[in-house]
């Protein structure tokens, strides 16, 4: 039997990984945007579906449905975000970006292209690819029975 070495245990590995990655973007996000990085998962999301509910985001974002309120609730007190009742649906409503917010969007996204690009410059182009795979191919055991 071998015996468990955390700094070669993946799942850790992993783990370490997406924090030291997180704290990196939420650091420049916050500094420069004034946004935490599920407010920004919540923009990044609507800008590429137009509206949404909120429980479509928390499960489209991995975000729990306390996290998408208070996303959207701050995004909304900046005039970010629009709620809209859900016709077809009186306990539901949608979430939309406004023109600030999708400006915002606009003006963010380079600069996260931008920073993944600085992440990514120790690897090759075919790195990048296999990297992408292998993290696909991962999350998809993960979530198997």
Same mark, same amino acid.
Do not use: H
């Given at each position: 039997m071998s015996e468990l070495r955390l700094h070669r245990f993946i799942p850790y590995r992993l783990s370490v990984a997406a924090n030291a990655v997180s704290r990196r973007i939420s650091?420049?996000?916050?500094?420069?945007?004034?946004?935490?990085?599920?407010?920004?998962?919540?923009?990044?999301?609507?800008?590429?579906?137009?509206?949404? #509910? *909120?429980?479509?985001i928390g499960n489209k974002g991995e975000l729990d449905k306390i996290t998408v309120s208070r996303s959207a609730t701050a995004l909304m007190d900046r005039g970010l975000l629009l709620q809209q009742r859900n016709p077809e649906d009186g306990r539901s409503h949608f979430l939309q970006l406004t023109p600030d917010g999708r400006a915002l969007y606009e003006e963010i996204? *380079?600069?996260?292209?931008?920073?993944?690009?600085?992440? %990514? #410059?120790?690897?090759?182009?075919?790195?990048?690819? %296999? %990297?992408?795979?292998?993290l696909r191919r991962i999350e998809s055991a993960a979530n198997s029975p």
């Open positions: 650091d420049s996000y916050r500094r420069r945007f004034g946004l935490k990085i599920a407010e920004w998962r919540v923009i990044a999301i609507l800008a590429e579906n137009e509206r949404m #509910t *909120p429980q479509d996204a *380079p600069a996260a292209l931008r920073l993944e690009q600085e992440l %990514l #410059t120790c690897f090759s182009e075919e790195e990048r690819d %296999l %990297l992408e795979s292998l």
